[in-house]
């Protein structure tokens, strides 16, 4: 077979509801293509790329699922006795069922199935379940596509640890194929280029169009994650210079009430722009986030709870928002000691508060501010301890890492229980920590990084990436 000129074409192919189409959709990271759990669901071939940059990397055909295997290989094999007398190849007894059936129902699902690769020169991925017994029928099949002549693979589809008839599988497709094994829904990126580089060995002549794939492949997760970093940097910029201001009023205890939600409905908002904005980087356009209280993920933003899972107890909360004092006609900053840092680093650093807790806004950092105009204003900030934008960051941090290593075949919702949950922040170095809290308090002085301290952000945050690893050279 010819090198191909731009990218590898693969028949996705195997019996019905052995998982194909979760096959291909994990590895061209396309969460829109139908998934279903009744057998057929696949009724025609659909050819989808897998497309990094202005180029394709590979494209996946996702064909049906043989239905009459052992009948079409029974019309085969008597069409080739016939011929027994002109040498006829096993290729050619394929294509010559190819023509006789085209329009026989019967063999439509084979015929859509063989037309990619008898008619387009399109390899083979040959799909079965681990999970489900090897049976000897099976062998039609794969003697039918060993006959096209085409370069192929078996791709034994696990299913996380319950997986019991892998062994079976393999030793039946060794005959036929070359064999790897992968799991369509809890494959990672590093799943998805260990099976691209299996295909090296399928058929020489694609060698250097599959390495040449696999360096842009990893060009492009290197990007994502930078773009990620960035995304995570400008939403915890942003949060520690986010504010709400109004002329203080009589009432100011229902004023701040009022200027804290308004706070921190944007602060929940932005979160959540960010999240959207990482989930698009790493194209899951349609995943679901459940709401769930106690989750990481979906918990309000300083959802009491949320706080007590990285280490602070409601007594600490109530303590901490305890005012030192107040000022006559407003509310005064209160420097409030004693909250320990659930990350070991920063111990006994000042938070800010009300008088109440009111949830965790009561955290929110209140100041009274004369005007030009000699009249009074209030403001009310986020926390200004370490505490807030390190939380931040650790949701951001646990939603980014599921995000980039979730297998596009997945139509689950996307949900953490908080008890099952690690943070992330409390993993990272002594000297890391630092450098961040560093950074968080130049923000909070001037409202804003210059340029090179910007950068610096996002660079410290890009080395938090999952699967975390140097950018190749282009």
Request: with cysteine.
């Given at each position: 077979?010819?090198?191909?000129?731009?990218?590898?074409?693969?028949?996705v192919?195997?019996?019905?509801n052995?998982?194909?189409?979760?096959?291909?959709?994990?590895?061209?990271e396309?969460?829109?293509?139908?998934?279903?759990?009744?057998?057929?669901?696949?009724?025609?071939?659909?050819?989808?790329?897998l497309r990094?940059?202005d180029?394709?990397?590979?494209?996946?055909?996702?064909?049906?699922g043989f239905?009459?295997?052992?009948r079409?290989?029974?019309?085969?094999?008597d069409?080739?006795?016939?011929?027994?007398?002109?040498?006829?190849?096993?290729?050619?007894?394929?294509?010559?069922?190819?023509e006789?059936?085209?329009e026989?129902?019967s063999f439509?699902h084979?015929?859509?199935?063989?037309?990619?690769?008898l008619?387009?020169g399109?390899?083979?991925?040959y799909?079965?379940?681990?999970?489900?017994p090897?049976?000897?029928?099976?062998?039609a099949?794969?003697r039918?596509?060993?006959?096209?002549?085409?370069?192929?693979?078996?791709?034994?589809?696990?299913r996380?640890?319950?997986?019991?008839h892998?062994?079976a599988?393999?030793?039946a497709?060794?005959?036929?194929?070359k064999?790897?094994?992968f799991?369509?829904?809890?494959a990672?990126?590093?799943?998805?280029?260990?099976?691209f580089?299996?295909?090296?060995?399928?058929?020489?002549a694609?060698?250097?169009?599959?390495?040449?794939?696999?360096?842009?492949?990893?060009?492009?997760?290197a990007?994502?994650h930078?773009?990620?970093?960035?995304?995570?940097?400008h939403?915890?910029?942003?949060?520690?210079?986010?504010?709400?201001?109004?002329p203080?009023?009589?009432?100011?205890?229902?004023?701040t009430?009022?200027l804290?939600?308004k706070?921190?409905?944007?602060?929940?908002e932005?979160?959540?722009?960010?999240?959207r904005?990482?989930?698009?980087?790493?194209?899951h356009?349609?995943?679901?986030?459940a709401?769930?209280?106690?989750?990481?993920l979906?918990?309000?933003?300083?959802?009491?709870?949320q706080?007590?899972l990285?280490?602070l107890?409601?007594?600490?909360?109530?303590a901490?928002?305890?005012?030192?004092g107040?000022?006559?006609?407003?509310?005064a900053?209160?420097?409030?000691?004693?909250?320990?840092?659930?990350?070991?680093?920063?111990?006994?650093?000042?938070?800010g508060?009300?008088?109440?807790?009111?949830?965790?806004?009561?955290?929110?950092?209140?100041k009274?501010?004369?005007?030009?105009l000699?009249?009074?204003?209030?403001?009310v900030?986020?926390?200004?301890g370490?505490e807030?934008?390190?939380?931040l960051l650790d949701?951001?941090?646990?939603?980014w890492?599921?995000v980039?290593?979730?297998?596009h075949?997945?139509?689950?919702?996307?949900?953490l229980?908080?008890?099952?949950?690690?943070?992330?922040v409390q993993?990272?170095s002594?000297?890391?920590?630092?450098v961040l809290a560093r950074?968080?308090?130049?923000?909070?002085?001037?409202?804003?990084l210059d340029?090179?301290?910007?950068?610096?952000?996002i660079?410290?945050?890009?080395a938090?990436?999952p699967?975390?690893e140097?950018?190749p050279?282009?």
């Open positions: 077979m010819s090198a191909p000129e731009t990218s590898p074409a693969l028949a192919v195997g019996c019905v052995m998982g194909k189409s979760s096959i291909v959709a994990t590895l061209v396309d969460d829109g293509i139908l998934i279903a759990s009744e057998a057929g669901s696949t009724r025609r071939a659909a050819a989808y790329d990094l940059g180029g394709i990397a590979f494209t996946l055909i996702d064909t049906p239905q009459n295997a052992r079409a290989l029974a019309w085969i094999e069409w080739r006795k016939q011929h027994e007398t002109e040498h006829v190849s096993a290729t050619k007894a394929v294509h010559a069922f190819f006789a059936k085209a026989e129902a439509r084979e015929i859509r199935l063989l037309a990619p690769i008619e387009d399109a390899g083979i991925l799909v079965v379940d681990g999970t489900q090897y049976l000897q029928r099976y062998e099949e794969m039918i596509l060993a006959m096209t002549g085409a370069p192929r693979m078996g791709v034994i589809n696990l996380g640890d319950n997986s019991p892998a062994d599988w393999e030793e497709l060794r005959p036929w194929f064999v790897t094994r799991d369509a829904h809890g990672d990126a590093q799943d998805r280029l260990r099976l580089s299996s295909l090296r060995g399928v058929d020489d694609w060698a250097e169009v599959i390495d040449r794939a696999i360096q842009r492949l990893r060009t492009e997760r990007g994502r930078e773009l990620a970093a960035a995304a995570v940097a939403l915890l910029i942003d949060a520690l210079a986010m504010h709400e201001e109004a203080a009023e009589t009432n100011r205890d229902r004023q009430e009022e804290s939600e706070l921190f409905d944007r602060l929940r932005r979160e959540q722009a960010c999240r904005e990482i989930e698009a980087l790493y194209k356009h349609r995943l679901k986030r709401e769930d209280a106690l989750s990481i979906d918990a309000d933003l300083l959802d009491r709870e706080w007590r990285l280490g107890s409601y007594p600490q909360l109530a901490a928002g305890t005012a030192a107040a000022a006559a006609g407003g509310v900053d209160a420097a409030l000691a004693g909250l320990s840092f659930p990350f070991g680093t920063l111990v006994g650093a000042a938070v508060g009300l008088g109440t807790v009111w949830g965790a806004s009561g955290l929110a950092r209140v009274v501010l004369g005007t030009p000699g009249g009074r204003a209030l403001r900030e986020p926390p200004p370490p807030f934008p390190f939380v949701r951001a941090l646990v939603h890492h599921l980039a290593g979730r297998a075949a997945r139509r689950d919702t996307l949900e229980e908080a008890a099952e949950t690690s943070s992330v993993t990272l002594a000297s890391t920590r630092r950074t968080f308090e130049q923000i909070r002085r001037r409202g804003e340029d090179g301290d910007r950068k610096s952000l660079s410290d945050l890009r938090l990436a699967d975390h140097e950018a050279t282009p």
